[in-house]
């Protein structure tokens, strides 16, 4: 038996019980009543909006602190016994080299010598920023306005971080923090790793829901829910991250493999899976969510429900790529999983090279062909750089990719253009992870963008896309941007997907994120222009040499028109009707998320608000 072999340990008990669609509970809530009896998708409980006058219009919004309707000392008291302590007021991660916080619940001394050398020594950690209750990975969207510092003397304000945190170890504590933000009209946010480029996980004055201890694992020898998939699964807990679900697949015989990220600390069963998730597998497997076989979730109005192809499979198909925090807060996600393989990788680097461009061009010229084989390649642009690290061979032999890579390495000889270039075979897909995907860096400030280029971009509009990418690493004369490139057709094994995915990623080559980086004290002004330079110049250039008319809700740009169409394509309309069955109030809030169209954070990204 698989599952004897391996047993994470359950740090968080899931629905495992779960098989008749509503999974009736007994739970105690956060005003002490039952929450027995209440039906599926009931509202009745549900707080009004705050009314708000914003440049002359007229809005609903969330309510805030200092304001009559904010829930009082009490009642935050009740709730904090309803997830049996686990509510904490957040704190920046910086404030510790802070003499004080300056917080929204009042000033309190923060500073703590060692507790600061050890951020300072790790704020450009991934790994130690996952760790905290509510940091981001990509600061720019806490507003920076509490780094580690060498002068304690320095204000620290909360910026755009919740105000409180429940650490929840248990669904109970999960449900209890959707209640108490529906009933309080509280800004929610769920946590899960802070990997969100695009501060998805982090809110100004929001209440906080960290799912990073929920990393229960159950392998299945053999799925037996709805459809004729009876093949190995496995059921991942919402903070399980993606190189720890490797890492115990590995570690069964024979070893299995599941579509994860090509980043060790991204999520899996969090924002990740809700964007669609590409990595490493993907050609060979298709996307994450082509991959999934059930959610366990908790809805906007604190139902319990398994969401499968039998049971809410309106949900099921809207959660498979329609958006993060959109639908539900998913608790576990059951998924495919297959056998690990032989495999061979390779890479490359051209470096410091006034010849970068031929390389960016051959490198492009060769891709569909790269895809067509299965192949799946990350690389890296910087001026005058190109790193392709790693080619990766999934069941490949060392000479079977040597052949598929060679005529591209003939051409770049033949061209003249210097490189290095490196190849080796692997006893598991596994072993290739860990020896060629570079662990990344946390604490980055910058803008993305991104975009996605098809087989047929690929095969008609190279000098296109190769100029486009130069717009990329030099969009104005004092600005440098780097860009991060992923080779993968998710359509090669998987045709049609029935997810809520843009079906324009079924023809797919090269996804790339354009990354533009900004000082960590650029005044509103500069922000501004930073953001037009994104918006304008580098995606305007990316979309320009692209017809797909996709790009990924994941890794873009959110402030630019026509994300709808962007991100989903046709996928959209149903998907903005399904949040307003799953969601019509906005209980949960991401940026750029189907039926979000009259939300809007006021106040120079502050208040999230209704326009009325
Ligand atoms: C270094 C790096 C590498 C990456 N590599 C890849 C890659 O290879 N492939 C890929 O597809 N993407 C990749 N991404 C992008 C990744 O998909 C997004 O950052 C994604 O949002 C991460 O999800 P998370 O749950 O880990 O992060 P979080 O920042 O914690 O959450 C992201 C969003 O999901 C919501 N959310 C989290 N948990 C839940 C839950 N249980 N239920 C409902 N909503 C939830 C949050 O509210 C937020 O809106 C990468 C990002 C980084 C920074
Ligand atoms: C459910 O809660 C009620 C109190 O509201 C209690 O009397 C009853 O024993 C509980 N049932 C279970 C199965 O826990
Ligand atoms: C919640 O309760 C725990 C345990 O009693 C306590 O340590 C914590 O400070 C409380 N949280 C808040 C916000 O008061
Ligand atoms: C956010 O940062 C800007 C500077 O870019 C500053 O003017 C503004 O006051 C900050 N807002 C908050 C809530 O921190
Ligand atoms: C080229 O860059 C890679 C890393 O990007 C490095 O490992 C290699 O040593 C560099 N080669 C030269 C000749 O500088
Ligand atoms: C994918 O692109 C190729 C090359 O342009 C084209 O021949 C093929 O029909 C496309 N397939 C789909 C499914 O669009």
Known sequence: MLASLLRAAA?????????????????????????????????????????????????????YVGQSCWPSSSKWRQLNQTVDGALQVHTPPGAVCHNTFAGPLGTVNTYDAAACADAQANFASEAWTVEKPGAAIWTYFTNETCRPTANPADACTLGYYGIY???????EHIKAGIDFARR????????????????????????IINTHSFKSVKWLDSYTGPGSYRGTAVTIGAGVQGGEILAQGHALYPPLAVVTGECATVGIAGGFIQGGGHGPWTTLKGMSVDNVLAFDVITAAGDYLTVNAQQNADLFWALKG???ASFAVILSVTMKTFPDLASSGATLYVNGTALWVDSLDVFHKWSNHFVDNGLYVYYEMMPFTLRARPFVGIGKTMAELQTVLQP????????????????????????????????????????????????????SRRSEIVAAFQTVIFPRQDLVGIMIGHLFNPGYSVPVA??????????????????????????????ADLQNVLTNTIDAALRGASRSGATYVNEANPYQADWQSHFWGTSYPRLKELRGKWDPLGIFYAVATPGTEAWEVIEDGTRLCKKL
């Not at 945190?165 to 669904?171: D, L, N, R």
């Not at 309080?184 to 209440?207: A, E, K, P, Q």
Request: with cysteine; aromatic share 10%; charged share 20%.
């Open 184 to 207: 309080n009209n509280i800004r929610l946010i769920v946590r899960n790793t802070g990997h969100d480029f695009i501060g998805r996980s982090t809110g100004y004055g929001s209440l």
């Open 165 to 171: 945190v429940i650490m929840a170890t248990s669904q």
């Open 408 to 459: 591209f390495l003939d051409e770049l000889t033949a061209r003249g253009v210097p490189f290095e270039f490196a190849i080796k075979s692997y006893p598991t897909f596994f072993d290739l992870y860990h020896d060629l995907f570079e662990a990344e860096k946390a604490a980055d400030t910058a803008l993305t963008g991104g975009w996605l280029f098809n087989h047929d971009d690929m095969a």
């Open 498 to 527: 029935d997810a809520a995915t843009h079906p324009a990623w079924r023809n797919a080559t090269d996804f790339v994120i354009a990354v533009l980086p900004v000082p960590a004290t650029a005044s509103l002004a500069v922000k």
């Open 11 to 63: 740090v968080a008990a899931l629905v495992e019980t779960a098989v008749g669609g509503i999974v009736p509970r007994n739970t105690t809530d956060s005003f002490g009543a039952a929450s027995r009896g209440k039906s599926v998708l009931d509202w009745s409980d549900a707080a009004k909006l705050q009314p708000a006058t914003y440049q002359g219009a007229s809005y609903g919004c969330k309510c």
């Open 322 to 324: 329609g958006g993060p």
